[in-house]
């Protein structure tokens, strides 16, 4: 009873480097989605996908990249990682459904990063 | 631009007595509302549910209330119990963009024994 399964769960980066945290779903989502979470703040929206090869971005995407070549998997690419990326990340999937099954949203339990 | 908003980031309410988080949004596209709790080093889980056609949804404990002309909704939660103390997100989407949910910044709620 996977659901929503993010690796790795904790990383320190240096200034610079680049990092994937990968994201896969086991409950043929059609949605899949990345917020981070910054200290008394809420969720936000970095990017999103609505379906393979579908992805669009957020709130704040500067300094992230997605892709969706799978229904399952959804990563999140940090190309030069800098100081203001320090955060939790958490992804996200849910149903294109309609009601109930397509408006909750399934979280996974997030990964800590820290760049220094 | 803020779309959604908890304006009160805690709350502390007696073991028993009701908890009332509020949340307001700006976005009259939005037509579906979602609260979710989080619990420290967890990810948020899915707690209730409203459409805009309506005006109330209950849940056992929970209940929430959507004021659509007042662009407003609450979660009551009664009676609050300790297991209740968490953060607790407010979210909206829109079915004309049903892929993306905007989150408010959260409350934190302390129930006390």
């Known amino acids: 009873n996977a659901g929503v399964t993010q690796t790795p769960k904790f990383q320190v980066l240096k200034t610079g480097q680049s990092m994937t945290l990968q994201c896969a779903q086991d409950?043929?989502?059609?949605?899949m989605s990345w917020y981070r979470q910054d200290p008394g703040m809420g969720l936000r929206l970095i990017h999103y996908?609505?379906?393979?090869?579908?992805?669009d971005q957020g709130e704040v995407p500067n300094g992230y990249n997605v892709s969706r070549s799978t229904t399952e998997d959804f990563p999140l690419r940090l190309l030069s990682a800098a100081p203001s990326q320090t955060s939790v990340y958490f992804c996200?999937?849910?149903?294109?459904?309609?009601?109930?099954?397509?408006?909750?949203?399934?979280f996974g339990e997030g990964s800590w990063l820290t760049v220094v | 631009d803020q779309q959604v908003k908890q304006n009160s980031p805690s709350l502390s309410v007696q073991e028993g007595r009701i908890s009332i988080l509020n949340c307001d949004y700006t976005?009259?596209?939005?037509?579906?509302f979602l609260w979710y709790k989080k619990y420290p080093a967890e990810g948020p889980t899915f707690l209730i549910s409203?459409?805009?056609?309506?005006d109330k949804n209950e849940d056992g404990r929970f209940t929430v209330f959507l004021n659509k002309s007042a662009k407003h909704l609450s979660l009551h939660i009664v009676p609050s119990q300790p297991g209740d103390s968490a953060v607790y997100f407010c979210?909206?989407?829109?079915?004309?963009?049903?892929?993306?949910?905007?989150f408010g910044d959260g409350t934190t709620l302390t129930v006390k024994p």
């Open positions: 996200a999937s849910s149903s294109a459904g309609t009601g109930f099954s397509g408006n909750t949203i399934y």
């Open positions: 409950m043929n989502h059609e949605y």
């Open positions: 996908s609505v379906g393979a090869g579908i992805t």
């Open positions: 976005n009259s596209m939005f037509d579906y």
């Open positions: 409203i459409s805009s056609i309506k």
């Open positions: 979210a909206a989407k829109s079915n004309n963009n049903a892929g993306k949910s905007t």
